[in-house]
């Protein structure tokens, strides 16, 4: 098979960022709306195509440093999904962002190229390369509100923490390709015994582990999320939470359940009290704030919690509770900050009082949002309740041999419980709080109404039905013949 083929997502997804910045050469300034929706639709095709039976076969290529599976298209389906709606949540931003729209239709682009990538990596190289793609695209997109104090300190602030994770993990990967004369997940799957003894292999991977849980936001390095989610502008902020974020887990999967198994099952004290760690403080830290967005960055550090228990599982079970989760998460994530988006230019700022009196201005963008975070709280039949569900039973399976895993799910059910205060605050706010200064109709453009549809529709439907979703992530995590052949040929 030829190896480019297998890149076909990859080189369409940088045609049309490469496209958005030629075709805003050549049209009239008014025109920018209609560049949005064209690159919207741009990547609808493309989501539609990696959605049907002419997305890229499985296989390997590049050195067996890339790999196709049905993991990777899982990941890629929503990297696809998410930057289509973030391009229309940014049409209806637009003013707030100014000049540049073409750049910033590009940029987004550039970063889904790095998160599909990064669902196909089996390397650590190519692991390292498309969360460097990801995160440097993110440092212009954090930032690209260059008129407000706010937005040039999230990029700067997160410029700065990025790099120093980013330099942790290439002496990390250093340190592995030093003692296992390898990067590739097949040869250090095959030499784990051997390994496992190495101080400077064990040293090395921790040291991954730690950029790893940078881009995850998990517990001790999440200390950047709530900073750079509230100075971004909402689109970039959008595709960090649900973008950056799987790119970190897919990445976490592969290397926990592929490359090193047995090594990750010997740390799992560490990952719980990793786990234990992420969930306390989001949650915790989530209850006194009235900034909508910065909530929303607590939220991600807690989720980001919740996500890790599949990790500390160490099972299929687990792994395909993971994936179920993060499915979810897409569809509530994407259905909030769309609603913040259209919302910017009727209510002064970002505190949740001002969404008093949204129930009368626009019921429609009320009811999405309180939708979204209905389902972030984990009731039924939300897709984030049956997400949860299959998250502490994964962990529960386990606990019989694993202690620990008990205090783990103590944590975890405390946390849950927290986030009905913080969710519901903003619900609250939204129906019954004091009474606006204004309360002036909000339109709503096409473009919103789609892709909230669409979110509102994922939500739902997939808590109703949720084996849908969870037969194709359990189909996603089995062990498949491109995996299996990329371990033997790399191994070889």
């Known amino acids: 098979m030829n190896d480019y083929s297998l890149i076909t997502l990859e080189i369409l997804a940088v045609i049309v960022g490469l496209g958005a910045l030629m075709v805003d050469l050549w049209i009239p300034a008014s025109a920018r709306r209609a560049l949005g929706y064209g690159t919207a639709a741009a990547l609808g095709c493309l989501l539609a195509f990696a959605a049907g039976s002419l997305s890229p076969q499985a296989g390997l290529g590049f050195h067996n440093t890339f790999v196709v599976d049905d993991l990777a298209r899982y990941f890629k389906t929503f990297f696809l999904f998410g930057a289509f709606v973030v391009v229309l949540m940014t049409v209806d931003f637009a003013p707030k962002i100014g000049s540049g729209l073409s750049e910033f239709y590009a940029l987004v682009c550039f970063a889904l190229v790095g998160m599909l990538f990064a669902a196909s990596a089996n390397d650590l190289v190519m692991l390292f390369v498309s969360l460097e793609l990801i995160t440097v695209t993110f440092y212009v997109l954090n930032s690209f509100q260059r008129g407000r104090i706010a937005s040039l300190e999230a990029g700067i602030k997160y410029l700065i923490l990025g790099a120093v994770a980013s330099g942790f993990m290439v002496f990390g990967i250093a340190l592995v390709f030093g003692s296992a004369n390898s990067t590739n997940f097949g040869v250090i799957a095959s030499r784990q015994a051997e390994l496992a003894h190495s101080t400077v292999f064990l040293t090395g991977l921790l ?27 909402a ?85 395909t509770a993971v994936l179920y989760y993060l499915g979810g998460y897409f569809f509530t994530v994407l259905a909030a900050f769309t609603v913040i988006c259209a919302i910017a230019e009727h209510v002064e700022g970002d505190d949740i009082a001002n969404l008093a009196g949204l129930g009368q201005r626009s019921p429609f963008l009320a009811a999405a949002l309180s939708i979204a975070f209905v389902s972030l709280a984990g009731i039924p039949p939300m897709v984030g309740f049956f997400g949860k569900v299959l998250l502490l039973r994964a962990v529960f399976e386990g606990a019989a041999a694993h202690p620990s895993f008990y205090l783990l799910l103590a944590v975890a059910v405390v946390g849950v419980v927290l986030s009905l205060y913080y969710y519901f605050g903003v619900i609250r706010s939204i129906y019954w709080g004091a009474n606006p200064s204004s309360l002036a109709p909000i339109s709503t453009s096409l473009g919103t109404k789609v892709a909230l549809a669409a979110c509102i529709g994922g939500i739902v439907f997939l808590g109703v039905a ?27």
């Open 207 to 233: 040291l991954v582990l730690v950029g790893l849980g940078f881009k995850i936001a998990a517990f001790p390095f999440q200390a950047w999320a709530p900073d750079v989610y509230q100075g971004s502008p």
């Open 235 to 319: 689109p970039a902020t959008a595709f960090l939470a649900v973008g950056s974020k799987a790119a970190g887990f897919v990445l976490l999967v592969r290397l926990v359940t592929q490359a090193v198994p047995q090594i990750a099952a010997e740390w799992n004290r560490l990952l719980v009290v990793m786990a234990a760690g992420t969930i306390a403080y989001g949650s915790l830290c989530a209850l006194p704030q009235r900034n909508l967005k910065r909530l929303m960055g607590y939220s991600s550090i807690a989720n980001a919690g919740y996500l890790l228990l599949g990790v500390v599982a160490m099972s299929t079970s687990g792994s």
């Open 466 to 492: 949720p084996n849908s979703l969870l037969k194709i992530a359990d189909q996603a995590v089995q062990p498949k013949s491109a995996t299996a052949a990329a371990q033997h040929a790399a191994a070889h």
